[in-house]
């Protein structure tokens, strides 16, 4: 008898990696997924239903969630048939990136509210079921910024770090009830998203910054981020092709990085505990070496730069 197929709840699907992910896993060859695609705003769903096709309405669905309302959640589990996930897959975020100065709390909050709380909101949802069941999968889309701090990136990347450390510590708990963690950690990801705020910020005013700050920002920062997106971005199709398999895997590991290229960058923190390699090595790439950080990415964009790192 074929097992029956898990259902996958997503949130996030309106465009990009969670969109991509919806319709790769509801395109199963072996039908092993029942997917409930959601967001936030279903006047957006078009793109997502257009890409789904013949499969709209049979292996995927697609629903309303707003992970900031309690209620949101409620009633979009209550529309489950049986009310059961079997795998979780936290989606839904958004970006913050600008000279701290030029932020208000406000907009800080904003981003802990779907990046980190939104998350947990979903998981205390599921949770019950999950170990009522004794089985469970919760995927978490993280980033390398929730392993290493990036400049001009505090907010964003303090989210993540929120979520790589609730996650990892709810991971050992977990266990006992056969309900499995990944952490899917993407390095730069192309998306229209990822674009239009990089094009917004370069324009913005960001009162309270200091001259010198946001010529750091604009002149330096900006540039080299547009080559780092260049240079070694992803597209949403390879992200979600990942977090396929993390899905599937007998043994769903706890961690896993997208982009191998990228993983040069991350080594240099984990090769010096102390953090002082990381830190100086991108500050004197960033502010001191601009042109060699751009050479350092192409090189790592065509594989000639070695990936091992060891500390000076």
């Known amino acids: 008898m074929a097992d029956l197929p898990r259902t996958v709840l ?8 969670g969109l991509e992910l919806a319709v790769q896993l509801a395109r199963d060859s072996r039908q092993r997924y029942q997917v409930v695609a959601t967001m936030r705003d279903l006047g957006k769903k078009g793109t997502l239903e257009a890409a ?10 697609v629903a309303q969630l707003d992970v900031c309302s ?15 996930v079997d795998v979780l897959v936290n989606n839904a975020g958004v970006g913050l990136v600008g000279p701290l100065e030029g932020l208000s709390l406000a907009t800080m909050q904003k981003v802990f509210d779907t990046n980190f709380f939104g998350a ?9 079921g999950m170990k009522r069941r004794r089985q469970g999968h919760i995927v978490v889309v993280s980033s390398v910024m929730g392993l290493q701090g990036v400049v001009f ?17 709810l991971a050992i708990q977990l266990l006992q009830f056969n309900i499995f963690i990944s952490l899917v950690e993407p390095g730069p990801v192309g998306t229209a998203f990822e674009e239009k705020l990089l094009e917004q910020v370069s324009t913005a005013q960001f009162p309270g910054a200091d001259p ?23 597209s949403p199709q390879d992200v979600a092709q990942v977090i396929v398999k993390v899905i599937g895997s007998a043994r769903p590991p706890l961690r896993r990085q997208t982009n191998a290229r990228y993983c040069a960058l991350t080594a240099l923190k984990a090769a010096d505990p102390s953090g002082r390699l ?32 060891w500390p000076g």
Do not use: M
Not at 56 to 61: A, D, E, K, R
């Open 70 to 84: 309690d209620e949101s959640v409620a009633q979009c589990l209550s529309c489950i048939q049986g009310g059961e």
């Open 278 to 309: 990381y830190v100086r090595s991108a500050h004197r790439l960033l502010f001191r070496w601009p042109r060699l950080l751009g050479r350092a990415l192409r090189c790592l964009a065509c594989g000639c730069c070695p990936t091992r790192v």
């Open 52 to 61: 789904a096709g013949e499969v709209l309405g049979q292996t995927l669905t």
């Open 212 to 234: 010198d700050t946001l010529r750091y920002f604009r002149d330096l920062y900006l540039p080299a981020s547009r080559e780092l997106f260049r240079c070694l971005g992803q």
């Open 120 to 128: 947990v909101r979903l998981v205390r949802a599921v949770l019950p």
């Open 153 to 169: 990136n505090d907010v964003y990347a303090a989210s993540k770090f929120a979520l790589e450390g609730f996650f990892e510590s």
């Open 10 to 17: 997503i949130s996030g699907c309106s465009s990009g990696i």
